[in-house]
């Protein structure tokens, strides 16, 4: 079983501050891109941020400047700081990461959070 755990979500006024922590836990040999992703209400679920197991990172235009996405792969972690928040940054955001879950599974598969509301409001 493996469980990907978001936090760090909430009210925050324009202009403000938020940071999303993702925790990978359970059956995992080996973690590949990690990411974070949003659906606000009415709209498709869309990337905001995705970082490769190397490092190399890449983020939406909306999120260029403001966001910044790091890991550890030590814990299994990846984040998301989020600076200068707008209102039309307010959505369910989602941790995403592609993990091998065993030595003989070859491939590596998409696993989901269940999602962390981020709401930016004055």
């Known amino acids: 079983q493996v469980q990907l755990v978001e936090s760090g979500g909430g009210l925050v006024q324009p202009g403000g501050s938020l940071r999303l922590s993702c925790v990978a836990s359970?059956?995992?040999?080996?973690?590949?891109?990690m990411g974070w992703y949003r659906q606000a209400p009415g709209k498709e679920r869309e990337l905001v941020a995705v970082?490769?197991?190397?490092?190399?990172?890449n983020y939406a235009d909306s999120a260029k400047g403001r966001f910044t996405i790091s890991r550890d792969n030590a814990k299994n972690t990846v984040l998301l700081q989020m600076n200068s928040l707008k209102p039309e940054d307010t959505a369910v955001y989602y941790c995403?990461?592609?993990?091998?879950?065993?030595?003989?599974?070859?491939?590596?598969?998409?696993?989901w959070g269940q999602g962390t509301q981020v709401t930016v409001s004055s």
């Open positions: 995403n990461a592609d993990l091998r879950t065993s030595f003989i599974r070859r491939t590596y598969q998409p696993y």
């Open positions: 359970g059956s995992i040999f080996s973690i590949g891109a």
């Open positions: 970082i490769a197991s190397g490092g190399n990172t």
